[in-house]
């Protein structure tokens, strides 16, 4: 126990009661919302319109892609829309399976938007002109693939008489006539699906992301990767996510120098420079942007890789959406990688390597990394 505050622990339970009973509170009035909102009692047999919320990070919208593909199977002559931040809006450019996709900064669930206590959530589904025009296309259906209170919030507000969410996550599902239980064990990806399997679908795609890109788009990344010469294409990515969560950017930096024969991309998004520049002082070879790329190219540059090295965070699905091989090298705050690659990881595509209850308490080191790496070039 600290000697300084020996009320700390104290302190830690009344924080978690608080957060059980604010939780108990605002899932309260959603299931009040939901009392005095258009409800229908059974789902819409075949539905001419249905909204999707996905209002998170990159990664997040990536996994579910495969359910807008679902859907459109199920329902061919549907009004698909999905509703996602502007962050997340080149992610489904192209994407055919959507009818239209909507602007949704909603202040929750991700790391882009400014945090705002529970009035300034309010405020949002209250009075935002993005759910105003959510409300004005009338949706039958909607689905927060997410599941929290604050998106049966959003979807009660827009007037959506029937509602998907999920059980045992972040709460809402008592505004949901339907919904999917959270399960730590499943893909998340695998776990979207299932809001198409409570609307009837049978026909469903592949767990693995879906990405649309043009063909200048292609053409482009193939030039880009050609002016460095004729190695193994290898995507280095130390970015993503919070700190304590990334792999060392030192052992990037020397997983990046023991790849001397390969064509080395040191990727990294704004505000990730210096985790980019640490690869670049040691391997001479590899190379970068001088300004974080767009998604898009991004998504391209992978595309035309071989071979992917990243933390958990958005180059795996990238990577795992065009069919390549990913290593995952996982921080110190990750407990088992096996139940990472159960999460978040692709079978035959994606190795996540980290600590494991019971067998290993350390972080994998760059040596270890690249013996990987070469049994994945081999």
Not at 147 to 167: D, E, F, K, Y
Not at 296 to 314: G, K, Y
Not at 326 to 349: C, D, I, M, N
């Amino acid at each position: 126990m600290d000697p300084e505050n020996p009320l700390r622990p104290l302190l830690r339970v009344a924080r978690r009661m608080g957060n059980r009973i604010a939780g108990a509170t605002l899932e309260g009035a959603v299931r009040t919302a939901a009392a005095f909102s258009p409800t229908q009692s059974e789902p819409p047999a075949d539905p001419s319109s249905i909204f999707v919320l996905r209002n998170n990070d990159v990664g997040d919208l990536l996994v579910a892609t495969p359910l807008f593909d679902a859907l459109r199977r199920r329902f061919p002559g549907a009004r698909i829309a999905a509703g996602v931040g502007d962050w997340n809006l080149d992610v489904l450019r192209g994407n055919p399976h959507l009818s239209e996709v909507l602007p949704v900064n909603a202040p929750w669930l991700n790391k882009y938007q400014a945090r705002t206590g529970p009035l300034g959530r309010l405020a949002y589904v209250r009075s935002s002109p993005e759910i105003q025009r959510v409300a004005e296309r009338r949706f039958e259906v909607g689905i927060d693939v997410l599941g929290s209170a604050w998106g049966s919030l959003l979807l009660l507000r827009a007037g959506i008489p029937w509602r998907l969410g999920v059980r045992g996550y972040a709460g809402g599902h008592t505004a949901a006539q339907a919904a999917v239980t959270f399960d730590l064990q499943e893909h998340v990806g695998r776990s979207a699906l299932r809001f198409a399997e409570l609307l009837g679908a049978v026909d469903l795609p592949p767990v693995r992301p879906q990405i649309f890109l043009t063909p200048e788009e292609t053409e482009a990344a193939g030039r880009w990767w050609a002016a460095g010469g004729a190695g193994r294409r290898v995507v280095i990515a130390p970015g993503g996510g919070l700190a304590e969560k990334r792999w060392p950017a030192e052992s990037f930096a020397a997983v990046a120098a023991g790849l001397p024969e390969a064509s080395i991309l040191a990727l990294g998004g704004p505000g990730e420079e210096e985790l980019v520049a640490k690869a670049l002082a040691v391997a001479p070879a590899a190379r970068a942007f001088l300004e974080p790329p767009g998604l898009r190219q991004v998504f391209a540059l992978i595309a035309a890789a071989d071979l992917v090295v990243t933390n958990s965070s958005m180059p795996l699905h990238v990577a795992a959406a065009f069919g390549k091989p990913v290593v995952v090298t996982l921080g110190e705050s990750f407990p088992s990688a096996r139940q990472h690659q159960a999460q978040w990881g692709y079978p035959g595509l994606s190795r996540s390597l980290g600590k494991e209850p019971g067998e290993r308490t350390s972080v994998y080191t760059p040596e270890e990394i690249l013996k990987v790496i070469r049994e994945e070039c081999s």
